[in-house]
């Protein structure tokens, strides 16, 4: 009876030795199990970190090769620029310096003609009423027309002096004659007739000047 008790008794520590070193593996298991899930996570967590900042580095090592060439391009374009605008104000002074060349030019010849002019002007005007329908004097007449229209058409206009209010930028008095009837500082007389040519006065306007006696008095 005594052995038979002693036999259950050990199998009974047995099998709660047993029951022990299970639940201790199950427990190491679940451990190692929840350790290796820990582990993989933190991996993937700084997998995921490491993936999180690789493009910003691969970003930033293209930006700055990107930004090196855009540099490049910018200083080009910042050349090309300058070069085109100095090329334009070159231009533009080129052809400011042509047109005032020109205008000194023309003005030059012009100054040379009026003279041509003033003899055609004073030759028909000696001649007689009866010889007006000559055709020499048609002749001179027409040609005397035509180089007033050429003169015209070149920018050469002649200045309005009689009867116009005095304007020193215009006219230049030589005489002064007194009549009451007119205004004061009127020109009565054209002695020499003004040209401009364009904006520009090539020759003043020889004129004579009215002037009033209470004027004079003054």
Do not use: W
Request: glycine share 4%; hydrophobic share 35%; with cysteine.
């Amino acid at each position: 009876m005594s052995e038979m008790n002693e036999e259950v008794l050990d199998e009974a520590m047995e099998s709660s030795t047993e029951e022990n070193v299970s639940e201790t593996k199950e427990d190491e298991n679940v451990t190692s199990t929840e350790e290796t899930a820990e582990t993989a996570e933190n991996a993937d967590a700084e997998a995921s970190e490491a993936d999180s900042e690789d493009p910003d580095k691969k970003k930033s090592f293209f930006k700055k090769k990107k930004d090196k060439k855009d540099e490049q391009i910018e200083e080009l374009t910042d050349k090309v620029k300058r070069q085109m605008a100095e090329f334009d104000n070159f231009r533009k002074r080129t052809e400011k310096e042509k047109s005032q060349m020109y205008d000194m030019g023309a003005k030059t010849i012009v100054e040379k003609i009026l003279p041509v002019i003033d003899n055609f002007e004073r030759g028909l005007a000696a001649v007689p009423e009866d010889n007006k329908e000559d055709a020499f004097v048609v002749g001179m007449d027409k040609i005397y027309r035509q180089m007033l229209t050429v003169l015209e058409e070149a920018g050469v206009k002649p200045i309005e002096a009689v009867g116009a209010e005095f304007d020193p930028n215009f006219h230049n008095a030589v005489m002064h004659v007194e009549d009451e009837t007119l205004g004061e500082n009127v020109v009565a007389e054209e002695l020499q007739k003004g040209y401009m040519y364009r904006d520009t006065v090539v020759r003043h306007s020889m004129v004579c000047l009215l002037y009033t006696s209470d004027a004079a008095d003054d």
